[in-house]
């Protein structure tokens, strides 16, 4: 295949351009944090705490609009027998912003963490700790394969380049202005990506819809004119199964740390809360662009285009509908900018995971647990009563569950079957021979979920009582998780709290330059919390 040198070299500039905003942005706040006396590889992960509405608005939203989120709203539109109803990942998105905002974003802000793992770590010990990072750390590797996958299927059918340079090449790119800037240069950068996805993907659905070969996507929205209509539909018999996914998507959505990065950068508790919001409308308006060409793809006569008479999804490429759009119903220098827009949610994404895995590993393994030198105090943020054997029973439960229900995405078969499970069979697209997988219809994820949750309450509180009660004898307390809390003397050293209550002076400062109301608020607390406190013996 002959490589298109203009595509090549608006992705060249592109790469630049975004290397060097990354880079600008690590000198121009390299010493950020460090004043205050924010230990440096904190300022790393945080940014010093203090992003502001504008830039945090846009990093935020950023982290979520990847190559997946656009690519994969696109094909869910255009899939027969799916459509926009099934196209979930906008609106569960935006609702896992909009409940993180409402119940999480404040609280862990103001107890000034730098990882989302640190309250776990506080509660459960480093060892849990340890553990509970083995599951982020394989969510935000599936996560940069998935996005860093989109891109390398876009610059195939695009540029004609080969697809495992292009993702080296882009993953190194991030890497390198990632190291050098922390958060600082994901955040700035995201901006500039930001940009290029709206406007990338706002120019091409002009042409696409223009192209002779589209019908109206106001008739096909509802009727069948080369496929299944695009809004799609839900059958009641996939109604588990539809409200399984999207509380993946809602609440699935909220323990991640390229999140919870961003509402502890940001430069205010109410900040935080407020970026979560904007993101979450953020999230929505990027997703527009996508649906649009989704349902070009599927209101398109492909007999009158360059890609041929056989529609992509009888090809087994609906998962690469957004990029044929670009390149058979746009001209060339359109589907270059197209290209330039999932570039770029591909690095805003890649970057962030990439940091948020890195940030786990420093803090949470390589600090607290193998050097636990710790320099400030800690809230823990936790429902009273749980422990480390509640812990540790949650997590096998819930990966039991999880893992036994199979991932088809993972080619992972499942060693639990479900009610209602159906065996399936697919078309490998290279080796065009029959995949047999089992699709599973309960909602077995959210069953996980629900069991992870109530197995940690109820092995917590029986192991308390067992303890508590003289059943167990104090030595039997292997996990040092009941008996050995109630000695403030003997807690571990990861346990980074010496009381419940939360202590005003201890509130992770709020940057005056950039809140001041905040600033005078808080002035006024302490002033009131120092004449009152030798009143209440603290």
């Known amino acids: ?46 940014g010093g705490r203090d992003i502001g509405l504008f830039v945090g608005g846009f990093t935020m939203t950023a982290t ?69 990072f083995i599951p982020a750390l394989l969510g935000e590797i599936f996560w940069s394969a998935a996005i860093l996958s989109a891109l390398g299927a876009t610059l195939s059918v695009i ?50 819809l223009s192209n002779p070969a589209v019908s109206d996507i106001d008739i096909t929205a509802v009727n069948t004119v080369f496929q299944s209509p695009w809004l799609g539909e839900i059958n009641p018999s996939d109604g588990w199964m539809w409200a399984d996914n999207f509380c993946l998507l809602m609440l699935g959505g909220i323990p991640w740390q390229v999140y919870f990065q961003r509402v502890l950068s940001a430069s205010s508790a109410s900040y935080a809360q407020v970026l979560s919001f904007l993101a979450a409308f953020g999230c929505l308006v990027m997703a527009v662009p996508s649906v649009l060409i989704g349902a070009i793809g599927a209101s398109t006569d492909w007999n009158q285009t360059s890609y041929g008479p056989v529609p992509p999804v009888e090809k087994d490429e609906s998962d690469m509908i957004l990029p044929i759009v670009l390149q058979h119903l746009c001209p060339p220098f359109v589907s270059f900018f197209g290209l330039g827009a999932v570039s770029a949610a591909v690095m805003s994404s890649a970057d962030s995971s990439i ?6 590993f420093a803090r949470n393994i390589y600090q607290l647990a193998f050097r636990q030198s710790v320099s400030s105090l800690y809230y823990l943020l936790f429902i009273k009563g749980t422990n480390t054997y509640g812990s540790v029973a949650g997590y096998v439960f819930g990966l039991l569950l999880r893992v036994g229900g199979g991932e088809p995405y993972l080619r992972l078969p499942p060693f639990i079957y479900y009610p209602g499970w159906q065996m399936r069979q697919k078309e490998q697209r290279l080796t065009r021979e029959m995949e047999r997988f089992v699709e599973q219809r309960f909602p077995y994820k959210t069953v996980s979920m629900l069991a992870s949750l109530l197995s940690n309450a ?6 308390k009582y067992l303890f508590e009660s003289g059943t167990l004898s104090p030595k039997y307390d292997f996990l040092d998780a009941v008996v050995s809390r109630h000695s403030k003397e003997t807690m571990d050293k990861t346990t980074l709290v010496t009381h419940d209550n939360i202590i005003l002076s201890e509130l992770a400062a709020v940057m005056p330059e950039t809140s001041s109301y905040f600033a005078k608020k808080l002035r006024f607390l302490r002033k009131i919390f120092q004449d009152f406190s030798p009143y209440v013996g603290l």
């Open 1 to 46: 295949m002959a490589i298109h040198v203009d595509g090549l070299l608006a992705i060249v500039i592109f790469y630049v351009l975004i290397l060097m905003v990354g880079i600008w942005a690590a000198w121009k706040n390299k010493s950020s944090g460090i004043s205050q006396g924010t230990d440096r590889s904190e300022s790393i992960m945080v």
């Open 64 to 132: 979520w609009v990847g190559g997946g989120y656009i690519n994969g709203t696109a094909e869910s539109v255009y899939l027969p027998g799916s459509g926009l109803a099934w196209a979930q990942a906008p609106f569960g998105y935006a609702l896992s912003l909009v409940v993180g905002g409402l119940f999480f974003a404040k609280p862990m802000r103001s107890r000034g963490y730098v990882t989302m793992l640190d309250p776990f770590q506080q509660l459960y010990g480093k060892r849990m700790g340890g553990l509970l």
């Open 159 to 208: 540029v004609d380049i080969n697809i495992s340079m292009s993702v080296v090449i882009s993953a190194l790119i991030a890497i390198f202005y990632t190291l050098v800037g922390g958060l600082y240069s994901v955040a700035y950068t995201d901006v500039v990506q930001l940009f290029c996805i709206f406007i990338g993907l706002w120019i091409s659905v002009p042409f696409a």
């Open 355 to 360: 940091l948020s895995a890195s940030s786990m």
């Open 458 to 463: 109820a092995f917590s509180y029986a192991a």
